[in-house]
């Protein structure tokens, strides 16, 4: 049975930080993308950060260079979101997905929200101002 199990949500302040986790199981870890994705009320969910297990490629939306660091433990099959210097506009719910054919083709990611295979059940994050 596929899972994937996101943690470390929660309420921090404007320029706090959080730590996400994103457990995965069922399928080979190593051959997938694992993105992080958010969806505020009343928006459409958008990607935020990627990382292609094979070769450790990551991806970020400018929104959030500089500020979120995404990294995997092969270990544990574990993908992390490092959230720092937080922002109210940065308040979500926040998914991680896995995807088989996500990853850099030529100088641009491609990572469609439709092409991700498996879902985690969400992780709420509050930023208050």
């Known amino acids: 049975e596929v899972q994937l199990v996101e943690s470390g949500g929660g309420l921090v302040q404007a320029g706090g930080s959080l730590r996400l986790s994103c457990a995965a199981s069922?399928?080979?870890?190593?051959?997938?993308?694992i993105g992080w994705f958010r969806q505020a009320p009343g928006k459409e969910r958008e990607v935020v950060s990627c990382?292609?297990?094979?070769?450790?490629?990551?991806y970020y939306i400018d929104s959030v260079k500089g500020r979120f660091t995404i990294s995997s433990d092969d270990a544990t099959n574990t993908v992390y979101l490092q959230m720092n210097s937080l922002k109210p506009e940065d308040t979500a719910v926040y998914f991680c997905?896995?995807?088989?054919?996500?990853?850099?083709?030529?100088?641009?990611?491609?990572?469609?929200?439709?092409?991700?295979?498996?879902w985690g059940q969400g992780t709420q994050v509050t930023v208050s101002s």
């Open positions: 069922g399928f080979r870890f190593e051959d997938y993308t």
């Open positions: 990382i292609r297990n094979s070769d450790g490629s990551t």
């Open positions: 997905a896995a995807g088989e054919y996500i990853g850099p083709y030529g100088s641009s990611w491609y990572t469609p929200t439709a092409e991700y295979d498996y």
